[in-house]
């Protein structure tokens, strides 16, 4: 066994983590913080995986004009159980030029910052190469939105 294999933790504690973003609306220019995940632990907080599938995760609205804005921010998705921790950056970071140059990067960024930790890491650039590549494609999306409608009519009777 060499002296990093020693180092390596197993099943680690990773918390989901919150922040709060500055947020600016374009059409009436109000100012505001909403709340994002900066890490997701779906062990701790499974209606996260739902949030995403259903990709209702990291929205706010405007509180003077009441429009949508969707948060634009880098989070973590930490599953324990699968030891499986991915970055997701803004899709539009890939198609502005970055590319797979940036993947590389921002991938080595992230093995490095858990070299110590017993998981399997990756980047992805949007919630659709998450959903395709992690969470079980659109056969995972048609699940949740059954799973979201059955919990609305049990909330409704």
Same mark, same amino acid.
């Given at each position: 066994?060499?002296?990093?294999?020693?180092?390596?933790?197993?099943?680690?504690?990773?918390?989901?983590?919150?922040?709060?973003?500055?947020?600016?609306?374009? =059409?009436?220019? @109000?100012?505001?913080?909403?709340?994002?995940? %900066? /890490?997701?632990?779906?062990?701790?907080? +499974?209606? @996260?995986?739902?949030?995403?599938?259903?990709?209702?995760?990291?929205?706010?609205?405007?509180?003077?004009?009441?429009?949508? %804005?969707?948060?634009?921010?880098?989070?973590?998705?930490?599953? =324990?159980?699968? /030891?499986?921790?991915?970055?997701? %950056? +803004?899709?539009?970071? #890939?198609?502005?030029?970055?590319?797979?140059?940036?993947?590389?990067?921002? #991938?080595?960024?992230?093995?490095?910052?858990?070299?110590?930790?017993?998981?399997?890491?990756?980047?992805?650039?949007?919630?659709?190469?998450?959903?395709?590549?992690?969470?079980?494609?659109?056969? @995972?999306?048609?699940?949740? %939105?059954?799973?979201?409608?059955? /919990?609305?009519?049990?909330?409704?009777?």
């Amino acid at each position: 066994m060499s002296d990093h294999d020693q180092d390596v933790v197993t099943a680690p504690d990773l918390p989901t983590e919150f922040s709060e973003i500055e947020m600016r609306c374009p =059409p009436c220019n @109000a100012v505001w913080s909403a709340p994002v995940a %900066r /890490r997701v632990n779906v062990r701790t907080h +499974p209606d @996260a995986r739902l949030g995403i599938l259903l990709k209702t995760m990291h929205w706010t609205r405007c509180p003077v004009c009441k429009q949508p %804005r969707a948060i634009d921010t880098i989070f973590e998705y930490y599953d =324990p159980d699968q /030891r499986l921790l991915v970055q997701v %950056r +803004p899709e539009w970071e #890939y198609h502005a030029g970055g590319g797979e140059d940036w993947y590389w990067a921002r #991938y080595e960024d992230l093995v490095l910052k858990y070299h110590d930790v017993d998981v399997r890491v990756d980047v992805v650039f949007g919630l659709d190469q998450l959903i395709e590549k992690y969470l079980g494609g659109e056969e @995972a999306v048609r699940e949740a %939105r059954e799973r979201w409608e059955a /919990r609305r009519k049990a909330g409704e009777d």
